[in-house]
């Protein structure tokens, strides 16, 4: 029999701490809608309880009404222009799916079903914030499964010229990253990684761009009927012009903080919380994704405990 999960409107009886020795679950379901960064268009997610083992799958509900699910891992990741996209051995793909990812890992909830009637979850203001938010009022309750983590027993490394991204062994997930964009001199973040300084810290840094590249994105993309920055605007973004962010920076470093974000989502395709020191300079996906690929190609590198 399938075990019992708290209705929607239901709050969970027993809470426990994110990063505990059991794998957990959300205490009930929740809804948000918004549209996509790249395709512009408006979708729906329902993000609910599932049952252990079960990790985060995404379930596509396709225009013909069939459905498609799509587990949350590394090896269905297909590459994607600014954003991190899973595509289904069946052939939908689902993109954009970064932040929410970052928001579950760095909350602690790693079983989910997540419910979208598009290609691509919603953007918002380009923050991690409304899905925390969500993921804490819904609740997070364990499961009663042991949970496995990745703990590192030597340094794993990957670059790309000046970009570099490497993890060691440490206690926890702890990050420090640098980048330098041109007329804001070097930014920097160094932080352990809990579900409070997440959510203080790096949700609230929003994805960036310059704005007339943006705007070039969206014109590219409306001519060519490519799903590409068709939502990117000032609501959806922080836009870069002059030297500048528009409105000002939300926290310190901003864009920094943002990559560390994604750093978080895309680690999680590894389908284990990862415990290690992360010491990044100019990541993006396309490193972290080879990160995630070259630590499952060297299990020696690493154990789960």
Known sequence: MPPAFPSERSAPDLVSTPGGPFRATLGAAFSLSGRGLHTGRRATVRVGPAPPGHGVVFRRTLRDGRTVDVPASWSLRERQPLCTALRSPEGPLIRTVEHLLAALSAEGVDEALVE???????IFDGSAVP??????????IENGAPRRTIRMLRTVQVEDGRRTLRIEPHDGLHVSAHLALAHFGPLDWSGTITPDVFLSEIAPARSFGRYWRAML??????????PFLQGCGVRSAAMIVRG?????????????????????GD???????????????????????ALVARLLAEPDAWELV
């Open 116 to 122: 979208i009637d598009a290609e691509e979850l919603p």
């Open 131 to 140: 899905w925390c938010r969500a993921i804490r009022a819904a609740g997070r």
């Open 217 to 226: 994105g969206r014109a590219y993309g409306f001519v060519t009927r490519k």
């Open 244 to 264: 500048r962010i528009l409105g000002g920076m939300r926290v310190a470093d901003e864009p920094v903080r943002h990559r560390v974000l994604d750093l978080v």
């Open 267 to 289: 680690l999680a395709l590894a389908g284990h919380p990862i415990r290690g020191r992360l010491i990044a300079a100019h990541t993006g996906h396309e490193l972290n994704h």
